[in-house]
């Protein structure tokens, strides 16, 4: 049976809502990212104990890490947003990341060159996002804030943009999504061919479905949403 499921973060309350069939169950923290990578020299040997800091742009919230003796490191799961990457190690100039997009389940891998340097230098680059992911296998489709809030919703329902993502259909082309009637139809999607009333909805990773018809508990509104994201192929 294939498996599907869609999320979304809220931006005052932290909200994240997902599709994914009832039998599958998705961790709290899954709607994290996690930034690894490794820190090597300029002739690509690795640099241990590198100080590495990872600051969200919008909250200034900073993690912590050093690399280990291969120059590997990983940072624990953070919440989606935009962030900046330092490292930092004796005899070395400081080499930045900054604009890194983080978004929803994300597991993204960096790799920082630090040049040696007599005095004190700092190297910057700027993120670029990926154009093929090769380190995941699940498939899916985010949809920002920008774009939520530029399209007009008669009933304010986030779930009526999910038919926007590939694959996916309304099973009953006229309320899928919608609550203006009744909020038993907001579950009539079919995801790459899958039943309707077969995904389930998560907010911040728990469960927001009703055992009627698999409906949506509660629907968040577009004010409340950050992003959501889609996914077609859970399986990693």
Sequence with gaps: MTQWFFRL??????LCLGLLPLLCCLPV???????????????????PAAALELRNSATNVTLKTATNTEGLFVFPPVIPGIYDISAAAPGFSTAHLNGMALEI?????VD????????AETVT??????????????????????????????TRNPLLLVTLT?????????VAGDNSLSQNQTNEFRINGGRMQTSEVLIDGASNTT???????????????????????PYD
């Design 9 to 14: 973060t809220a931006r005052p309350f932290g």
């Design 29 to 47: 923290w899954g709607q994290n990212a996690v930034v690894s990578g490794r820190v090597v020299d300029s002739s690509g040997a690795a640099v």
């Design 105 to 109: 389940a994300q597991s993204r891998a």
């Design 112 to 119: 920082l060159t630090l040049a040696p340097s007599a005095l």
């Design 125 to 154: 680059f700027n993120d670029v996002a990926p154009l093929l992911i090769t380190d995941r296998a699940d498939r899916g489709t985010v949809v920002e804030n920008q774009f939520l809030v530029s399209i007009p919703l008669p």
């Design 166 to 174: 590939a694959g996916v259909t309304p099973g009953n082309v006229l």
């Design 211 to 233: 055992t009627y018809n698999n409906q949506v508990a509660a629907v968040p509104q577009v004010d409340a949403i950050q992003e959501f994201k889609v996914y077609t192929n």
